[in-house]
């Protein structure tokens, strides 16, 4: 399988051209779900087909949290996986989703979570990232597994008797870099990270599309969306899905929709972390393809489905497209009354969520 080469000249065809640009956020679009806790990068618990589940009319949604700083920045060095009841702007806390102390990491990043059609076992996959118990936050990302059996009535079920956290795969240096400081700024880092599993349709094996870094060139952006595949020996890595060579640092939280029979590609990605003269935005972008292996072909000719407005550059990211074509994201820049002290705005709570259309190689927002 050859990955599919994400290159300036996809980008190139934005030039001159006004993208689909999500809705202006304001403050009054805005609901935060806790008081002295900010959230970011939330996902529901789906089902095995691929589904949100369903809980009693309610779903389970996991988000990285952080206590409020002033720094909204510091929120990546003690990020923890929380688990939320919700029905539509209904969010009740359930609290942490794993054990403090449970993880090898000294902060837990982005993943996702199936339930079984039972609804009795849970698998989570997220990251693992730095060392526990370090002082200062380092940056190595391990990608683990455990599984729950879930607890309580149904609208407010959640998982307990996690199984101990195993390291699912591991970067070989050849696909994927082991070394993921990057000099530590925000956006440079190196990634190994985001897991999200589901069953590919012309297997029936479990697959899992992630973030990572390619060691097979000299250039600082080096962003690739990995592969592996759970079989007989459980999970092995491949080849990655998608290179950014020269492009892209960081293509985040990838995930896989299936639609009419064909199968989409989505991550999402920042102005910033685009190579000099590259002239990318701010938005979820995707590809699409009869089958797993490729090939693929990027939705709207350059990959972008749709950008942050020109005037909210940064309003929204960790676009996350569900099987109903529906968008979650969280809202990152927008000012909320009361945080002014923030040297720069973060509302550390969920965005409008947004629907998307799918037309074969084209995509766009509902209007």
Request: net charge negative; charged share 20%; proline share 7%.
């Amino acid at each position: 399988m050859t990955p599919f080469a994400w290159t300036a000249d996809h980008l190139a065809l934005l030039a001159g051209v006004e993208p689909v640009t999500a809705p202006k956020i304001t403050a009054a679009d805005i609901q935060r779900v806790t008081a002295d806790v900010d959230v970011w990068d939330h996902w529901p618990v789906l089902d095995v087909d691929g589904a949100t589940a369903n809980f009693d009319g309610r779903a389970l949604v996991i988000a990285l949290s952080a206590p409020v700083f002033d720094d909204p920045n510091r929120r990546h060095d003690l990020a923890r996986l929380r688990l939320f009841s919700v029905a539509g702007d209904d969010w009740t806390d359930l609290g942490f989703v794993l054990p403090d102390g449970f993880t090898p990491g000294s902060r837990e990043w982005a993943g996702s979570a199936v339930i079984d059609e039972a609804h009795e076992r849970l698998d989570l996959y997220f990251t693992a990232t730095g060392l526990a118990g370090e002082t200062l936050p380092s940056f190595n990302q391990r990608i683990l597994g455990c599984r729950a059996r879930m607890d309580g009535a149904d609208g407010r079920r959640r998982p307990i008797d996690w199984s101990a956290p195993a390291e699912l795969i591991r970067p070989d240096d050849v696909h994927y870099q082991s070394r993921h400081e990057g000099g530590g700024a925000v956006g440079a880092i190196k990634a190994f990270r985001d897991p999200f599993v589901f069953i590919d349709s012309q297997t029936g094996l479990r697959a899992m599309v992630f973030t990572g870094s390619s060691p097979s060139t000299p250039s600082a952006w080096n962003g690739v969306v990995g592969l592996a595949i759970d079989g007989n020996d459980g999970w092995v890595i491949r080849a990655p899905l998608v290179t950014a060579l020269g492009v892209n640092n960081e293509l985040e939280r990838p995930h896989i929709v299936g639609h009419e029979g064909r199968i989409y590609l989505f991550w999402s990605t920042q102005a910033g972390v685009f190579a000099p003269g590259i002239a990318g935005r701010t938005g979820l972008y995707g590809l699409v393809s009869d089958r797993l292996q490729g090939p693929w072909s990027p939705l709207n000719g350059s990959g972008l489905v749709f950008a942050n407005p020109e005037a909210a550059p940064a309003q929204a990211y960790s676009w996350q497209v569900l099987d109903d074509l529906s968008v979650w994201s969280f809202a990152d820049q927008v000012s909320l009354p009361g945080r002014a002290t923030r040297p720069v705005p973060f509302a550390g709570a969920p965005a409008p969520a947004l629907q998307l259309w799918l037309d074969g190689d084209r995509a766009g927002l509902q209007k």
